[in-house]
C-alpha cells in the first residue's frame, strides 16, 4: 500500500506538468455494504451500520493526505426503492453517525454539507440534524466534506436548468460558468478523482456534472473493509495518470 509520502502533496512529475500532486476534490461512491454483509450470512443493514467506521477512517486519511474536498456518496434518489425497513435504517444511521462524530469533526476544523436532501419521505429530525452539523461547521476553513443524501445528479442538473429559466437568462447567454453557479454548491470545484469500492464500474447518477473529467479508479474491497491505506493507494494510483483533459501530453525528451 502507497504511503503519506507516496501523496506528498508537493511531489512534481518528471515533467513538471502536476499529475503527481494530491487531488484536490476526491469523492468516494461507497459500494459494497450489502455483499459484505451478505458474505457473513448477516442482514444488509449490518453492512450499513459496519461501514460507518470506514468513513470515519477515510475523512481521516484524506485529511491528513492534504485533500481539500472529500464527496461521499451516502444515499442516492433511486436508493428510496429499497425495502422500507432498510431505508428507515438508513435514516437511522444516519442520525446516529451526526450526532456521534460532529465533537469530531468540528475538532478537526472540517466544514459540513450535504448534497441533496429534498425527499419529503426524509425525516425532519434528521435534516434538523444534518442542518445542525452544516451550522456547527461552517465557520472551518480546513477539508469541506459533502455528503450526497438524497442525491441524483440528472436532478441537480435539471434543477440548474429551471433556474436559469426562472432568472430570465437568455439561451444564448448560457455558458458552462453561468450554467455551474445554478446548481447546488457552485463553489465546489470539479472532482479530480471518483473511487467506486467493491469493483463495480458505474456512475450511478453521481454528481454528473462535475465528474466530467474525473479520474476513476475501482478498488476491489468491498466498503466495509475499506482503509486509510486502501485510500493512499488510490490515490498513489491517481497521480501515475497523466491528465490530459482532451488535449495532448507535453513532449518527452528526445521526440521530435
Known amino acids: 500500500m502507497a504511503s503519506h509520502s507516496a501523496v506528498d502533496g508537493s511531489a512534481s ?9 494530491v487531488p484536490r476534490h476526491v469523492a468516494c461512491v461507497m459500494d459494497g455494504n450489502g455483499r459484505w454483509a451478505a458474505q457473513r450470512s448477516l442482514p444488509r443493514t449490518a453492512g450499513h451500520r ?21 464527496s461521499l456518496y451516502a444515499f442516492s434518489t433511486e436508493n428510496w426503492r429499497r425495502p422500507d425497513d432498510e431505508v428507515d435504517f438508513l435514516m437511522r444511521l444516519g442520525r446516529h453517525a451526526v450526532r456521534k462524530h460532529a465533537p469530531l469533526l468540528q475538532a478537526r476544523g472540517i466544514r459540513c454539507r450535504f448534497l441533496g436532501m429534498t425527499h419529503p419521505r426524509i425525516p425532519p429530525a434528521l435534516a434538523q440534524d444534518f442542518a445542525d452539523l452544516t451550522t456547527l461547521t461552517a465557520g472551518n476553513r480546513g477539508m469541506t466534506l459533502t455528503v450526497a443524501f438524497d442525491h441524483g445528479g440528472r436532478r441537480d442538473i435539471v434543477a440548474a ?12 447567454a448560457v455558458t458552462e460558468r ?13 472532482v479530480d478523482l471518483v473511487i467506486r469500492t467493491s469493483g463495480e464500474q458505474r456512475i450511478s447518477n453521481f454528481m454528473l456534472w462535475q465528474v466530467a473529467y474525473a479520474e476513476w479508479v475501482f478498488p476491489q474491497v468491498l466498503w466495509p473493509d475499506f ?11 491517481y497521480q501515475q495518470r497523466r491528465r490530459r483533459f482532451g488535449g495532448v501530453p507535453p513532449k518527452q525528451n528526445g521526440e521530435p
Open 13 to 21: 512529475s518528471p515533467e513538471g506538468s502536476g499529475e503527481r500532486q
Open 50 to 70: 459496519a461501514a460507518e467506521g470506514t468513513v470515519i477512517d477515510v475523512i481521516e486519511a484524506a485529511r491528513s493526505a492534504g485533500v481539500k474536498w472529500l
Open 161 to 172: 436548468a429551471r433556474s436559469l429559466i426562472r432568472a430570465g437568462v437568455p439561451a444564448e
Open 178 to 190: 453561468s450554467f455551474a453557479a445554478h446548481l447546488p454548491f457552485p463553489d465546489t470545484p470539479d
Open 227 to 237: 482503509r486509510a491505506p486502501h485510500f493512499l493507494e488510490c490515490l498513489h494510483t
